[in-house]
């Protein structure tokens, strides 16, 4: 595979330290790995040409979003997804259509590919009654709809990790073959409720997938203040599941990694995590400049972005061309603008309704 | 008709509704296998529906409870034993900022129970004995209830499991095994969100529940052999509140003491209490009188645990300073 720049960046290889002496920058991802044998060795090219078209669409969305809020055309505040593409848009392709989902607040690529349009997804972000909370969550929360299989989020984390593994649960209960996936960021993983909910999906060999996306930073605090070791992966294979660290930035990778943990959950295995390694590229949520986060950091993860990562290698491959990927290009563009008109059309709720649907 | 204990009713509640629906199923810490739990309620379960149905967890009630979100969300009906109400605590996020919240910001459903031994008076300290009830009446989209009796305690149970909205279920554990009484055999369900008349009367109301009941009615009692005749409301459903029927009642005797076992402060009775004044001003001839718990942890020793918690001779004295008002 030619990846010249990827391979350049990744010479250094990531293990797992003890507590560093000296702060250290926090990891780097690790080099491309040998897959398990169950994921499919090659992506067919229509799958790889999606995948780029999906996080393109998600970029997109992402960068008019943070240009809109910076404009004062948003409301309240709102999360930047850039950076996790890479795992978002595979976090949904990989899944079946009978299968759920728990995003996080940097998903918003797996509500997209589970179908949510961008104009619904616009929607909740403005307030508008045409939002899948219509008007009752703020930003990237309470986007769920069943009907799609998604859930919607809550902020105190990771409490979408004990509810997937419920949803995972109900499904071994009835006997169906399906599968619950879920995520959370590196801060979810030193929270009580994610130690609990992996001892439990290990216990009852739960269906149940879930993705840490390791983004170096809760809000403002690095890794190596989270946590003593950067043990993520062997912590989970401590209580029994299947575990796997991936590179997040390669969307190929996170795929097949992802697709064989939902193959291996569905076929009776038990639960995986997969430790996807990211970098958040913007602060913790819209009004957060990041200061704290070293430049040469967001430099060195802006060079292997996903989307240019993808769009490179389907290039330098021969995957597809550029007419065919400029296309892409502004067919997304299309989409977000009409999105954002239609969003921006829509009314707001009704404030006679404030008291509707308390209860089911 | 047969009589049961207060324990056995709740009992007979989980098995009616597991036979009655597959979906139904039981969870919690020790409530599987032979052992059937703290209190044995789910004695015999596992024997009869199957381990799958009756499912042991390990301690951690923040992750169980969220794991019966998400069975709920996909349809499922669980009801989940945390072992004593004092340890709900632990399960908090899972309740009130989840389950609470979800049918409102996009319309899942999540129809679990939790069931939640409560109260005080058996010498069980400050861990063993609570009444957090009114942290879940504070919380939009949950429903509480807290059964006085038998009858009842198998009625809304049965009715708590067919909600399609989480319910917390507070049975009163000082009435378990001490409490008998007439219960409908087969199907028995008690409305969520209808109070009772327990007592009728004309001197005064006396508005309680869960185990307090029982002590308003020997109050009531008492206070008969004196020529005053004491009207008990059994609240029944915390939330939603009949409100009305509490209303009608003071609207007849014009006085009104609101008890419970929680601590006073804050509690369901200053709610209570409250609405009686906005709502019932014009009726009233007193004050409104409550009675609850201190303001302190339940404390485990007979004369500190008896100095606070609310009693008959506690509400027949509080109803007669009413009267003579």
């Keep these: 595979m030619s990846d010249p720049l990827g391979s350049q960046i990744r010479e250094a290889l990531f293990a797992t330290p003890a507590r560093p002496e000296e702060p250290e920058p926090p990891p780097e991802p690790p080099s491309p790995q040998p897959h398990s044998e169950e994921a499919p060795a090659d992506l067919p090219a229509d799958l790889r040409i999606d995948l780029y078209r999906w996080m393109r669409l998600t970029r997109t969305l992402d960068d008019t979003m943070v240009a809109m809020w910076k404009q004062g055309r948003g409301l309240g505040g709102t999360f930047s997804g850039r950076g996790h593409e890479g795992i978002s848009v595979p976090m949904g392709l990989a899944l079946g259509p009978d299968d759920v989902i728990a995003p996080m607040h940097r998903d918003v690529g797996s509500y997209l590919v589970r179908g949510m349009t961008p104009a619904r997804v616009f929607g909740n972000l403005l307030g508008r009654v045409t939002g899948p909370s219509e008007g009752r969550d703020a930003n990237l929360h309470g986007m769920g709809d069943l009907s799609l299989g998604i859930i919607g989020y809550v902020s105190h984390i990771p409490q979408q990790i004990p509810i997937t593994l419920g949803m995972a649960m109900s499904f071994r209960y009835r006997g169906e073959p399906r599968v619950a996936l879920t995520a959370c960021g590196d801060g979810g993983t030193t929270t009580g409720p994610y130690h609990e909910s992996l001892n439990m999906a290990a216990l009852y060999g739960a269906p149940l997938v879930l993705v ?139 404030p006679g309704t404030v008291s509707d649907r308390i209860y089911a | 008709m047969r009589e049961l204990t207060y324990i056995a009713a709740i009992s007979e509640a989980i098995s009616h509704e597991m036979e009655r629906d597959p979906d139904v199923l039981v969870l919690g810490e020790d409530v599987g296998g032979d052992f059937g739990g703290a209190f044995k309620v789910t004695k015999g379960l596992a024997a009869r529906f199957g381990d799958r149905r009756v499912l042991n967890t390990p301690l951690a009630e923040q992750s169980f409870i969220g794991m019966a979100n998400g069975m709920a969300l996909m349809g499922l009906r669980p009801i989940v034993e945390v072992q004593f109400a004092d340890f709900i605590s632990t399960g908090f996020d899972s309740i009130v900022q989840s389950a609470a919240t979800i049918h409102y910001r996009f319309g899942g459903k999540v129809p679990w129970v939790i069931r939640a031994p409560s109260d005080g008076g058996i010498r069980s300290g400050p861990f063993h004995s609570q009444n957090p009830e009114a942290w879940f009446v504070h919380t939009p989209g949950l429903k509480v209830v807290a059964p006085s009796n038998p009858a009842d305690a198998k009625g809304l149970l049965c009715s708590a499991v067919r909600d399609p909205n989480p319910v917390i279920y507070f049975e009163a554990k000082p009435l378990y095994r001490s409490l008998r009484g007439p219960v409908p055999e087969g199907e028995h369900l008690v409305p969520i969100g209808e109070a009772a008349v327990v007592r009728p009367g004309t001197d005064l109301t006396v508005v309680a529940y869960g185990s307090q009941v029982s002590q ?52 369901v009775g200053a709610e209570v209490s409250a609405r009686i004044s906005e709502e019932c001003f014009e009726w009233l001839d007193a004050p409104v009188t409550r009675l609850g718990g201190l303001d302190v942890p339940v404390p485990f020793s007979p004369p500190l645990e008896d100095a606070y918690r609310p009693d008959a001779h506690k509400i027949a004295a509080a109803a007669r300073r009413l009267v003579a008002y």
């Design chain 2, 216 to 267: 308003a009615l020997a109050a009531a009692a008492d206070l008969a052999a004196d020529g005053i005749e004491a009207e008990v409301v059994d609240l029944r459903s915390l939330k939603p509140l009949d409100f009305q029927t509490v209303a009608e009642s003071v609207s007849r005797t014009s006085r009104a003491l609101v008890v419970h076992s929680a601590n006073r402060l804050a509690g």
């Design chain 1, 212 to 350: 840490v996306e390791n983004n170096q930073y809760a809000y403002s605090t690095p890794l190596d203040q989270q946590m003593a070791t950067f043990a993520i992966t062997e912590r989970a294979a401590a209580y029994g599941l299947t575990a796997r660290t991936e590179d997040g930035n390669d969307v190929e990778a996170m795929f097949r990694s992802i697709k064989a943990a939902v193959d291996r959950a569905r076929s009776g295995g038990g639960p995986t995590v997969i430790e996807a390694r990211t970098m958040r590229m913007l602060g913790h949520a819209i009004h957060d400049g990041a200061e704290y986060v070293p430049r040469e950091l967001l430099e060195r993860w802006e060079a292997r972005d996903p989307v240019d990562h993808q769009r490179r290698r389907l290039l330098s491959e021969g995957v597809s061309g550029e007419a065919g990927l400029a296309e892409i290009d502004a067919w997304a563009r299309a989409e977000i603008d009409a999105a954002v008109a239609e969003a921006e059309a829509a009314p707001f709720p009704d």
